[in-house]
């Protein structure tokens, strides 16, 4: 029945292309025909005009077209700048209640070409009409204006109607013949395509295993044949489709890297149990976008970018989850059956390798920081005492129990450093023990003196009466004291002052160490405490330093249970003033763990 309709339908398309041209063409051979035949009118009428005795008044000329136009059988008008003077179907008294003239097309057409023509339904006549216009120049006491004829166009249309109706009746009939043809001749072939219409209907069902019956001599013998073993062949690749997608699946779902694919659009198709533990994702996101069910902008950056650019190979980027994992995210576009360009996303937990990657590069960073303090005092004095020993004994004794203290000091770093990245490993807590405060302060004020001198830095100590026990370790209070007093005398101008302070609040003791140097502003304060970071190269950091210095004292005084932070700037309004807080030690000799 389809290839009936299509058929028919064909059959009508072309017959009315023919009815609709024919018509057509005929129609505009007699609208130019009329025009033509027109126009000569409208010639002998302007040179009757021209011939004629020169009219006394409008009344008389439009007397005149009256009368001729009655002999002729036309409408004949006469329009000066859009008012008619005369017309020979309306009396001359009511020529003034006419409408203005002046903008009807043929009129326009005439005024700027010298002829215009035009069809359209007239008010005054109430019918069709075809007008035609002629420009004439005064002539005989008339005016200059527009001469216009006007002709019914019910003939035009009464033979057009004749040809529109044979040609519908000539329609029908060719369309009756077809259908009735065609009915007869499909009969048969109905019959036979149903079964094969059941057939492929079984098959896209899931029944692989029906098939057609061959009968010897039919016309559709090598149809079905062709069928039959085509629906064999189906039935055993699906055998095979499905045995294989039995596999991928249990490989996709048994992965331990996430993997989720998108569509053409960038929203998710499917995602394996990794994934969905990894986002903890909820059974509706199908469908949805990765941003949607992520909340990661990184990870729909990364879609838009890959499905935007046809390009555009595998690439990969690295986000932190919430829970402190890392993930990194691998996108490889790939082409479906269709040619539509799709994505995969794999998610590779790396956390475990980032975090064995940043621990060897603090432990580097770290050693190689804390050594270099001790490691300077033990140079200066050795080239002091190469270059200008002192003439005492006492004094060149003295700076070598200096080498000497810096380089236990040296070999106790390494130990803490050791223990440090093994208790951020391990999760254990150092052992803590009552540490002389005052001893360590003095210390480290004896080991920066030398450059504080070479500077011309004074430095001015302020601490209460008594005992200043914490609770620490000895070479942790002492890196602590050494990072921040480098830092002053490195930042003090020449001829600056140093002031390091003690303050007993009763559990604790608040330490302090101010320089008059540059300073560090506001939004930095809470900065400076974190791993590598740098300030601008004009305020504290320009010696380029690796910025690990205050990160490591604010992780020794977090193990010693106390604080460290920025307190704003030195006295008058200039330098960095840097305060750490530990817990006084109440017992002497006591170890708390």
């Not at 200066?380 to 003439?391: F, I, R, V």
């Not at 004020?445 to 504080?452: C, F, H, K, R």
């Not at 490195?490 to 540059?518: L, N």
């Amino acid at each position: 029945m389809r290839l009936l309709l299509w058929t028919w339908g064909l059959l009508l398309l072309v017959l009315g292309v023919i009815f609709f041209y024919s018509t057509s063409i005929v129609g505009d051979e007699l609208v130019t025909d009329t025009e033509i035949r027109s126009q000569s009118e409208i010639a002998s009428i302007k040179w009757l005009i021209r011939d004629h005795l020169s009219f006394a008044s409008e009344q008389e000329f439009a007397h005149w077209v009256a009368s001729f136009g009655q002999k002729l059988g036309s409408r004949i008008t006469y329009i000066v700048d859009g008012r008619v003077i005369a017309d020979s179907d309306v009396e001359y008294i009511e020529l003034g209640g006419l409408d203005d003239h002046g903008s009807r097309p043929e009129i326009r057409a005439a005024l700027e070409t010298g002829n215009g023509s035009n069809v359209r339904y007239s008010n005054t006549l109430q019918k069709d009409m075809l007008y035609v216009a002629s420009r004439m120049d005064s002539a005989s006491g008339v005016p200059a204006g527009v001469l216009r004829l006007a002709v019914s166009f019910s003939k035009v249309s009464e033979r057009l109607h004749v040809l529109r109706t044979n040609f519908i009746w000539i329609f029908l009939g060719t369309l009756a013949c077809a259908v009735l043809i065609s009915l007869l001749m499909s009969h048969n072939m109905s019959r036979d395509i149903r079964t094969f219409s059941e057939l492929a209907r079984s098959i896209g069902e899931g029944n692989y295993s029906k098939r057609l019956r061959v009968l010897p001599g039919g016309e559709f013998k090598p149809l079905a044949e062709s069928v039959n073993a085509m629906a064999q062949s189906i039935e055993h690749s699906m055998q095979v489709v499905h045995e294989q997608k039995g596999q991928l699946q249990a490989v996709f779902q048994g992965m331990r890297e996430g993997v989720m694919t998108l569509d053409a659009e960038g929203h998710i198709e499917s995602y394996n149990t990794a994934l969905r533990e990894m986002f903890n994702l909820a059974d509706s996101s199908v469908g949805r976008t990765p941003i949607e069910v992520s909340r990661r902008v990184e990870i729909q950056d990364l879609v838009d970018d890959m499905l935007g650019e046809s390009e555009r190979e595998e690439r990969s980027i690295q986000i932190d989850l919430m829970d402190s994992r890392t993930v990194e995210v691998s996108a490889e576009p790939f082409t479906d059956h269709k040619g539509v360009r799709k994505l995969i996303l794999v998610f590779y937990d790396i956390t475990e390798m980032k975090q064995s990657e940043k621990g060897l590069k603090d432990f580097v960073a770290n050693a190689s920081h804390q050594l270099r303090t001790p490691l300077t005092s033990i140079k200066g004095y050795t080239e002091t005492l190469l270059h200008t020993p002192p003439a005492e004994p006492e004094a060149g004794r003295g700076f070598l129990e200096t080498v000497l203290n810096n380089a236990d000091h040296m070999d106790k770093v390494i130990s803490s450093m050791l223990a440090l990245a093994k208790s951020e490993q391990m999760g254990t807590r150092l052992d803590l023990v009552p540490v002389s405060a005052r001893e360590y302060m003095t210390r480290a004020i004896n080991d920066v003196s030398l450059w504080a001198e070479e500077r011309s830095v004074m430095l001015e100590l302020r601490t209460p009466d008594g005992d200043m026990d914490v609770l620490g370790e000895e070479d942790g209070v002492l890196h602590v004291f050494h990072n921040l007093l480098n830092n002053a005398v490195k930042y003090s101008p020449e001829g600056g002052k140093i002031t390091v302070s003690a303050e007993d609040d009763g559990e604790s003791i608040v330490f302090s160490v101010e320089d008059q140097g540059p300073g560090i502003s506001r939004e930095h304060s809470t900065k400076v405490f974190e791993r590598f970071y740098r300030v601008d190269e004009n305020t504290i950091d320009g010696s380029g330093s690796a910025g690990l210095g205050l990160a490591i004292c604010r992780r020794i005084v977090k193990n010693f249970g106390g604080e460290i932070w920025h307190d704003g700037y030195g006295e008058g309004t200039r330098g960095a003033r840097f305060c750490f807080r530990l817990n006084k030690s109440l017992k002497p000799g006591t170890r708390n763990i």
